[in-house]
């Protein structure tokens, strides 16, 4: 090999190293930002809903009324970009008391971030609105899935759940 083609090989090896992302080829999370925010429009949320049909097992059961449904809507970044989907499923039983609600919830961003958490809550009544609204809540949540290349695989966030104006807003602060 010539000395022309060595320092043209050197070169470019230079060029690739400064180009690299600052947290190299290693298997270290590069560092993302210390607040993430998306959303979710109401509407589309409601518009994706679909019903699982539930029955009482027992004749004389203590349940009274029951819905199963589900729902997934595109989710934004502050930028209004559409950056991946949330989905939930939402289980109402109602009993001569209240009407409960468990809900399972799953928020997958395209950068990689996927994460999932439970809210049991107690409801007013089974209007879809109040159903999606019921999503808002502040919890710990820790990207636990390795599906694909998730950056965030281990860390932890406190993720705040919150709606206003026909939104719910997700804002995950990673936790240290």
């Known amino acids: 090999m010539s000395i022309l083609q060595s320092a043209r090989r050197a070169l470019f090896f230079l060029f690739l190293i400064a180009c690299m992302p600052l947290?190299?080829?290693?298997?270290?999370?590069?560092?993302?930002?210390?607040?993430?925010?998306?959303?979710?429009?109401?509407?589309?949320?409601?518009?994706?809903?679909?019903?699982?049909?539930?029955?009482?097992?027992?004749?004389?059961?203590?349940?009274?009324?029951?819905?199963y449904l589900a729902g997934r809507a595109p989710v934004y970044d502050q930028h209004n970009q559409k950056v991946g989907t949330c989905s939930a499923s939402?289980?109402?039983?109602?009993?001569?008391?209240?009407?409960f609600t468990d809900?399972?919830?799953?928020?997958?961003?395209?950068?990689?971030l996927i994460v999932s958490w439970l809210t049991p809550t107690t409801l007013i009544n089974l209007e879809l609105?109040?159903?999606?609204?019921?999503m808002v809540t502040e919890c710990i949540v820790k990207a636990s899935t390795k599906v694909g290349f998730n950056p965030f695989y281990g860390e932890t966030f406190n993720m705040v759940v919150s709606s206003d104006s026909g939104k719910i807003y997700f804002t995950l602060t990673r936790i240290k």
């Open 129 to 134: 609105d109040t159903i999606v609204h019921s």
């Open 23 to 67: 947290c190299g080829y290693t298997a270290k999370k590069c560092k993302h930002p210390e607040t993430l925010t998306y959303y979710l429009n109401v509407e589309d949320f409601i518009e994706s809903f679909i019903e699982i049909p539930t029955s009482n097992v027992l004749v004389d059961s203590s349940t009274i009324g029951s819905s």
């Open 90 to 99: 939402f289980l109402n039983m109602q009993n001569a008391d209240n009407i």
């Open 103 to 112: 809900i399972q919830n799953y928020l997958a961003i395209d950068n990689g």
